[in-house]
């Protein structure tokens, strides 16, 4: 099989690129804003334990964080290969092999993706349509809180795209198409 032009091969590498810098850059912020969260749920204890004032909002708002960062987090998982993963016999294989097996369960990540996507944008759509609130004593709008389901489906998406590129890339050549990103080094936060 013939391979792309040296034009469209630099394409690939500079969209491949593009994407992995988006998500290194967002994950860093998540991580780095984990710490708001860390501090509203400090906040909390404080006012339920010792100030004997629990807030009516703050369980609430712990739990949409947590879902956004999970969800904004996915994309910088995947660039650096963290899922939880069984790679007894993964480990064991050359890159290559390595690189044909991640093309053969590449559908299946991106077709859930594109499900996740599709349907966390109409759920955000029809929030902001309708008005949507919680149905708590605190009743925030929901379309914000929403709103974080599909961009980071949307990120997760384009990871497992470009992850899919590198993988055709060494799976026709036997080369890397990039340097692997590199992992949590000291310049980045390690929450």
């Not at 599909?150 to 198409?177: N, S």
Request: neutral net charge; hydrophobic residues 50%.
């Amino acid at each position: 099989m013939r391979l792309p032009k040296d034009n469209a091969m630099r394409a690939y590498r500079l969209a491949v690129q593009a994407i992995e810098a988006l998500n290194g850059a967002i994950g860093r912020v998540t991580a780095v804003s984990l710490l708001g969260l860390i501090g509203l749920v400090v906040w909390e204890v404080f006012q339920r334990y010792v100030l004997q004032a629990p807030t009516t909002w703050s369980n609430e708002l712990v739990g949409y964080v947590f879902a956004g960062y999970i969800l904004l987090g996915g994309g910088y998982t995947l660039l650096h290969r963290d899922h939880v993963a069984m790679d007894i016999v993964y480990a064991r294989l050359s890159p290559r092999s390595q690189a044909v097996l991640d093309i053969l369960t590449a559908g299946f990540v991106i077709i859930y993706c594109v499900v996740l996507l599709r349907e966390t944008a109409v759920m955000t759509y029809e929030a902001w349509e309708t008005g949507q609130r919680a149905n708590s004593d605190w009743s925030p709008p929901l379309f914000p809180v929403y709103l974080v389901l599909p961009v980071g489906a949307a990120l997760i998406l384009l990871q497992a795209v470009a992850k899919l590129v590198r993988d055709l890339h060494m799976a026709f050549t036997g080369q890397a198409l990039l340097p692997e990103p590199k992992s949590m080094t000291a310049e980045e936060p390690a929450l």
